[in-house]
């Protein structure tokens, strides 16, 4: 059993709501994203997705996963009212691709996957060089995923958000 | 798995206050204060500090000190000893039919649960100094700069052992960047309070 926390409830709000809206606007946009410095990135949701609804004892889970499908059970899920829990994400840059999945509740990361890595060495380089180029790549992909969460959590706060919901509603019932 | 590994899986905090720059020179010594030691030779249930994040048998920072660029890397290292429940009933049946030998011998007819219970502890203990404790170790990354630290696990126990070990070690406090607090930090407090009032959406 988990301890609660200050904004426990607030943490699942905000992270399904995130993540429902991020697969759609992923198909919506058919995956073209901008950074704030104008560099073009795509992001798709694939692969495996977890939905839920309901509360307490009736909560529902559904999870589906497959290489190539629409993941349609998941969607049908959602058009029920239940909420992404869990998704897979991939963010791709040029040749450069991250893969990770994210969870609502807690935004903690599985399986983030980065760019390689070059691990031959020469002599004379710097010991850390590679960790220090790992890192930059985990963090450039974190900055994709913390940029849409931004643009998220400024539309969910403006007048437009009823908008974006009723467009989430169109795509749904497709 | 660590942040080298082709796959990671890890969670992020951040700093909830400034960093005293009379701190950073000081790490190095705190690290080594609250470095893991050794359980192997003792019957210690488990033990738990920092380590070296390229080598997990090394507390004391000779393969590699933990700063490099702008993070600072190393790990917490968590020994457990666990003995199976099976073994443990075995030999407390064991142990008890013994005793209830021996107290039958002085005219006796039933062993007190006061000395049950001391000869379940003394099992225990007995069984523990036979149980190599089994080592795991997971990379914390801290982004000095950003303050920004990483953790490489999403288990929850382990996150609270890691959040109080790293207060007692820096007095620091952490924030987890779970999407509230997430939320807060990129919205700046002032904008976040409209965050208090949020309710679930309905897409349907």
């Known amino acids: 059993m988990e301890d609660a926390y200050l904004g426990q409830a607030k943490d699942i709000i905000l992270g399904q709501d995130f993540l429902t809206w991020l697969w759609y606007k992923s198909e919506a946009k058919a995956g073209l994203f901008t950074m704030p410095d104008g560099e073009a990135f795509s992001l798709f949701m694939e692969q495996r997705i977890s939905v839920q609804g309901g509360e307490g004892d009736s909560k529902e889970t559904t999870s589906v996963s497959g290489l190539m499908s629409e993941l349609r059970e998941a969607k049908l899920g959602l058009a029920m009212g239940k909420k992404v829990t869990k998704g897979q994400i991939r963010i791709e840059v040029d040749s450069d691709a991250w893969q990770m999945s994210l969870r609502a509740e807690d935004f903690s990361f599985n399986g983030f996957k980065t760019p390689k890595v070059d691990t031959k060495r020469d002599e004379g380089d710097d010991p850390d060089a590679i960790f220090l180029e790992k890192m930059y790549l985990i963090e450039r992909g974190l900055s994709f995923i913390d940029h849409l969460f931004f643009e998220f959590l400024k539309l969910r706060l403006s007048e437009g958000w009823a908008e974006e919901c009723e467009n989430v509603r169109v795509w749904l019932s497709k | ?204």
């Open chain 2, 1 to 204: 798995m660590g942040f080298l590994s082709a796959s990671s899986t890890f969670t992020r905090y951040r700093l909830i206050e400034e960093v005293p720059d009379s701190l950073w020179p000081q790490i190095p010594d705190r690290l080594k204060r609250n470095a893991f030691q050794d359980i192997d030779d003792t019957a210690d249930e488990r033990s738990f500090g920092w380590v070296s994040f390229e080598n997990m048998l090394d507390n004391e920072w000779l393969t590699a000190p933990p700063d490099k660029g702008q993070y600072l890397a190393f790990a917490l290292r968590l020994d457990t000893r666990r003995v199976s429940a099976a073994v443990v009933k075995k030999h407390v049946q064991i142990a008890q039919d013994i005793e209830l030998e021996r107290v039958r011998e002085q005219g006796k007819k039933f062993v007190s649960r006061e000395r049950r219970n001391e000869i379940k502890e003394q099992v225990m203990l007995r069984l523990r100094a036979r149980t190599l404790p089994v080592p795991a170790y997971f990379d914390v990354v801290w982004n000095i700069r950003d303050n920004v630290i990483y953790l490489a696990s999403s288990q929850s126990k382990l996150r609270s052992l890691f959040e109080d070990l790293f207060t007692l070690s820096f007095d620091l406090h952490l924030e987890p960047l779970t999407p509230y607090y997430k939320a807060v930090e990129l919205l700046g407090e002032e904008r976040a309070a409209a965050l208090d009032d949020i309710e679930g959406e309905r897409f349907v």
